[in-house]
C-alpha cells in the first residue's frame, strides 16, 4: 500500500502549501521557506529541524542521519573490517601490504587533506581519504557518518588503496575515481541496498560522470574484465 504524502514540513512542521521540496528516495517534504532559509544537514543536505544533533567540529546532523549515525571508533573499525571482508569476498580485493584504518573530525580531515591525501572531485564533500605516507597507509574516515555512508565510503576509499598497490601508474582520473565509485556501488548493491546504489546512477554527484564511464567498461568486459583492464591502465 503506498505511503501517504506528507502533508507538513519535516524542518518547521507547518502545513505544506502547493509548493514543496523533497530529496531523493526521502519521505520528507520541506517548504521553500525552510529550503531557503534553514541550515542544512552536514552529511544528507536536508534542511535541519528544531530537533538536530550539534556535534563537537562544528557539523550539525539531522535527525534521520543521528539515528544511524556511527560515533564510537571501535564500532567504526567493526564496520570497516567487514566492509574490506565483503570487497575480498565479492571482487578479490585483498591488499598485500595493508592499511591502517582512523577515524577523525572535520578538522583533522582537512589538516589530513592539505598534507596530500587522495583527491577528491571538485564539489564532493570529503567524508573519508586515502593516504599513502612513505610505507603507512592510511584509510581515514570521517566520525559520525550514517552506517550506510560509512559503508559506501570506506569502499571507495579502500578501493583507492588497492589501485596505490596493483594500479600504480594509473593516472587517468576518470578511471581512478570512477574505479572507486563502481566498488562502492556494488558493495551496496552486494549487501542488499539497491536503492542506495541507484541513488549513485541517479542523483547528481561529481563523481557520477566517472561512475558511468567504468558502468559502460563493465556492459563490455564484465567485472572481472574491469578489474584487469585497470592494472593495465595508465
Known amino acids: 500500500m503506498p505511503r501517504p504524502e506528507p502533508t507538513t514540513c519535516a524542518s518547521c512542521g507547518e502545513a505544506l502549501g502547493a509548493v514543496f521540496f523533497g530529496l531523493i528516495d526521502r519521505p520528507e517534504r520541506?517548504?521553500?521557506?525552510?529550503?531557503?532559509?534553514?541550515?542544512?544537514?552536514?552529511t544528507c543536505g536536508a534542511p535541519l529541524g528544531n530537533q538536530h544533533w550539534s556535534l563537537h567540529d562544528g557539523r550539525r546532523q539531522c535527525a534521520a542521519c543521528h539515528a544511524t549515525a556511527i560515533y564510537d571508533?571501535?564500532?567504526?573499525?567493526?564496520?570497516?573490517?567487514?566492509?574490506?571482508?565483503?570487497l575480498i569476498n565479492q571482487f578479490g580485493l585483498r591488499l598485500n601490504v595493508g592499511v591502517a584504518f582512523r577515524v577523525v573530525d572535520a578538522?583533522?580531515?582537512?589538516?589530513?587533506?592539505g598534507q596530500g591525501g587522495q583527491l577528491t572531485a571538485e564539489g564532493a564533500d570529503i567524508l573519508g581519504l586515502y593516504q599513502r605516507a612513505g610505507h603507512l597507509r592510511t584509510i581515514y574516515m570521517l566520525y559520525g557518518l550514517p552506517k550506510l555512508t560509512f559503508r559506501t565510503t570506506v569502499a571507495h576509499e579502500y578501493a583507492h588503496a588497492w589501485q596505490t598497490e596493483f594500479c600504480p601508474l594509473l593516472q587517468d582520473e576518470l578511471l581512478r575515481e570512477g574505479f572507486a565509485e563502481w566498488v562502492a556501488y556494488h558493495h551496496l548493491r552486494w549487501i542488499g541496498c539497491d536503492l542506495a546504489a541507484q541513488r549513485m546512477i541517479n542523483a547528481p554527484h561529481p563523481y557520477r560522470p566517472a561512475l558511468e564511464h567504468v558502468l559502460g567498461l563493465e556492459l563490455r568486459l564484465g567485472a572481472a574484465g574491469v578489474i584487469e583492464y585497470l592494472k593495465r591502465a595508465e
Request: glycine share 0%; with cysteine.
Open 30 to 42: 520541506y517548504c521553500p521557506d525552510c529550503i531557503a532559509s534553514r541550515p542544512r544537514c552536514a
Open 73 to 86: 571508533p571501535h564500532i567504526a573499525e567493526q564496520i570497516f573490517h567487514q566492509t574490506v571482508a565483503a
Open 107 to 113: 578538522p583533522t580531515m582537512a589538516q589530513i587533506r
